[in-house]
């Protein structure tokens, strides 16, 4: 039951997330709207995370894996933009429904990577989701023209 009530609460944030993502671009461009995003962020993460390990700050060996760490704030700086962006010219539930598929993807490609097999059925089931999205998205471009 914890479960369920902490994955709810997990979907309501993001999508209140991209919904606040994309105002805060409207009324602030998109650009300086992805940077309060941002720091606002690491006002919050920053502290709970000094009180969690204390107040001593780790120290970082710094190899080539800890670099490759670093593009995961690059790719999220991106994700956001494009969230951003898209939010209020596709609407809430079609960035849900490119979430679920895009999530889908990547576990099938980890679990392929890991276990040596894609499986197909999930693949198809992407495929559809988008199909079906596409066709959705086509439908009101028609009604509205």
């Known amino acids: 039951m914890i479960y369920s009530l902490l994955a709810l609460l997990s979907g309501g944030s993001v999508a209140t997330s991209f919904l606040l993502n994309a105002r805060l671009a409207a009324v602030k461009?998109?650009?300086?709207?992805?940077?309060?995003n941002y720091l606002m962020g690491l006002a919050v993460s920053l502290p709970i995370?000094?009180?969690i390990?204390?107040?001593?700050?780790?120290?970082?060996?710094?190899?080539w894996m800890f670099i490759f760490s670093l593009t995961g704030g690059t790719i999220g700086f991106l994700a956001v933009m494009m969230n951003s962006?898209?939010?209020?010219?596709?609407?809430?539930?079609?960035?849900t429904i490119l979430l679920?598929?895009?999530?889908l993807g990547t576990g099938v490609v980890i679990d392929g990577i890991r276990d040596g097999v894609f499986q197909i059925g999930k693949i198809i089931g992407g495929f559809l989701i988008v199909a079906g999205l596409v066709y959705?998205?086509?439908l009101e471009r028609g009604k509205k023209s």
């Open 85 to 95: 962006y898209l939010t209020p010219r596709i609407g809430i539930l079609y960035i």
């Open 136 to 138: 959705l998205l086509r």
């Open 53 to 63: 390990n204390g107040t001593i700050i780790p120290a970082v060996e710094f190899n």
């Open 29 to 36: 461009g998109l650009k300086k709207g992805v940077f309060v």
């Open 49 to 51: 995370a000094l009180l």
């Open 100 to 103: 679920f598929v895009g999530q």
